[in-house]
């Protein structure tokens, strides 16, 4: 396949350090996309890597990588929200060292006009990063008038959100909105009716990204994955996040504060009624996350919004988390109506 897109992978330097030195044993890599940290883990000596992609269109990457590393190498595509049961189906016989999540988009989903993620080109409105059972389609097509303005304020963050889910609803009375660029002529209308000072890109990729995090259901996958990483993950292994939406860094900050209660008491974000519960099973060197650098941002402006955590874990016994207590609920229930209507 010709590589007509390039990836450019984003604060591969900083995973670098954190992940090395390289111990043997297995990582997961649970969002190959290009596969580059694929293939910086098995340059090192014995390791083994087990990478993951809910996008069938990487597939053609990681067979190269398996010409190289036949044996020290597979590529599954499945959501790593279903990381408890890819890990359980093969039996390994160590837990994994490392456990790696580079989440949000691929550039050869985002710049493929095809695949419907960018304003910027006329495409179908799609937006499935795959295994998806709803399209952007149904969302502006279907979803009534509150969903829609919910989904633009809550995941948007969009000041005019009533607005723009009032034009898309009148808009499809005539016929249904098919293509990405009749669906940000919308949002530019609002934004002219409104007649706010507003920055055409930023407007349509907010919007765009909502949509799309409700379509992928990102924020249920990455509280899914990262809870079975962190009862999966081996003794001193390491979980590794790179996040690009305000909302998967609160979720991953949440996660890491609540498991990682020694040091400063129990974590603030428990409920009084869960305060006892032993929690202690990582710890964490920095309550900050790492961001990008003004040079990596020169070199690659996609990488901007990038955030980075990690955390080691110390202990291993079981434990019963709750989704509420990361006091997110409103917007799991977003996703999960949505995807239901
Ligand atoms: C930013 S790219 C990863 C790039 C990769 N680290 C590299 O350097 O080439 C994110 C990838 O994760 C995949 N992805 C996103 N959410 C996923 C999920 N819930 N399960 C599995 N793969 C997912 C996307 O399809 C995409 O290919």
Known sequence: MSLEFKHIPVMSEDIDK?????????????????GSFTKKILSEKNTRVISIDRDDFVESFSKEIKKNYRNRFEFIIDKFSNLENILKERNLQNKPVAIIFDLGLSSFQIDNPERGFSYR????????????????????????QKDLRNIFSLFGEDKDSGLIAKLIV????DKEISSTQELAEIILRAKRYKNSKYNKVDSCAKIFQAIRMIVNQELSELYKGLISAIKNLS???????????????????????????KTKGTSRYLPE???NENFNILEIKDRKPIIVSKKEINNNNRSRSAKLRSAIKIQDH????????????????IEEICVNK
């Not at 954190?18 to 290009?34: E, V």
């Open 273 to 275: 009624s869960n305060k």
């Open 18 to 34: 954190i992940l090395a030195p390289y111990k043997s044993g297995i990582y997961i890599d649970c969002t190959f996309g290009g």
């Open 235 to 261: 003794i001193h292994g390491k979980i590794v996040v790179i996040t690009f939406h305000s909302l998967e860094d609160k979720i991953v900050k949440k996660i890491f504060d609540i498991f990682s209660n």
């Open 170 to 173: 009148q808009k499809r009375q």
């Open 121 to 144: 080109q006329d495409g179908l409105l799609k937006m499935t990063m795959g295994k998806n059972n709803i399209s952007a389609h149904d969302i502006v097509n279907k979803l009534n």
């Open 318 to 333: 079981s434990f019963e988390f709750k989704r509420s207590y990361l006091n997110l609920e409103k917007y799991f229930q």
